[in-house]
């Protein structure tokens, strides 16, 4: 019975063994009392290197309430991430299977492994910090064919966003009524829109827009994106854009006198300003 015994421990010493080490591990980027250290890019401040388990294929970052983004690993399992997360009190970095996107909750993430790891030891990057990069260098975000088959997993579009930017790939057949009324058949789905831009809400990550399609102030939608992409340029009130990005459903606020608004959503990754718009547009 000894024997057996002995057998069995050593058995599961060798399976604990083996779990451990399929663990996420920090490669570089973070300090002893698990802050992210400071990393002197432009548009970012903070800069890991992770190694994800075999089993998982994306980092998959959450805060501020959602998800941010999930980053494909590259053949060794490492994913770079780098972020601009001044402030931010935790950020978890999660090792998971599938991509998830943009806005999605907690709730629906299923991760192999989590890491969680503190942001607000960071200080505000300087004006100096803060020149023009080309952001699309900071991610190492590789891919190897020989990796794994795609087909061991239930997959959704796996699109980089380090691919040059095509307005073919945005549809404008999509309209506001698509969004408004069936917001779940339309959600990621990739479009572009022309409209005057009704209010501007500046941020230190993302900024907001009101927009009015087609110059409508009845059919207005929520564009989110992150100031980079103007390249120093300011979107201003009354300007008329076309706007490239991927819708999220609808997005709900208050309005001044206490009611519910509720308004599609959309991510925004490039904006064309035609400046300001002319008195009769949209009439």
Known sequence: MKKVWVVFSLFAILILSACSKDKMQIESGVSENDVFVKYNGATYNAKVSVKLPVAAKYLTVYYDGYVQKSLKANSDHIV????????????????????????DAFSLVESIDTLALKGAGLKEPTADETEDVDDETDFDNSTDDSF??????????????????????????????????????????????????LQVMEGD??????????????????????????????????????????????TSYESTMGATITVPDVLVVKIDDFGKAPDNYGY
Request: hydrophobic content about 30%.
């Open 80 to 103: 770079t991430y780098t972020d601009y997360i001044y402030g931010k009190p935790t950020v978890k970095l999660l090792a998971t299977i599938k991509k998830y996107e943009y806005g």
């Open 148 to 197: 794994e088959d795609e087909s061991d997993y239930d997959l959704e579009d796996d699109s980089s966003s380090s691919e040059p930017f095509n307005a073919a790939d945005y549809s404008s057949g999509v309209t506001f009524e698509n969004l408004a009324r069936t917001p779940d058949e339309f959600k990621y789905r990739k479009f572009q829109m022309t409209g005057k831009v």
């Open 205 to 250: 990550e993302v900024n907001n827009l009101r927009v009015g399609i087609n110059g409508k102030y009845t059919d207005v939608v929520l564009v989110e994106y992150e100031p980079g992409i103007m390249a120093g340029s300011r979107v201003l009130e009354g300007d008329k854009i076309t706007f490239y990005g991927t819708s999220f459903g609808t």
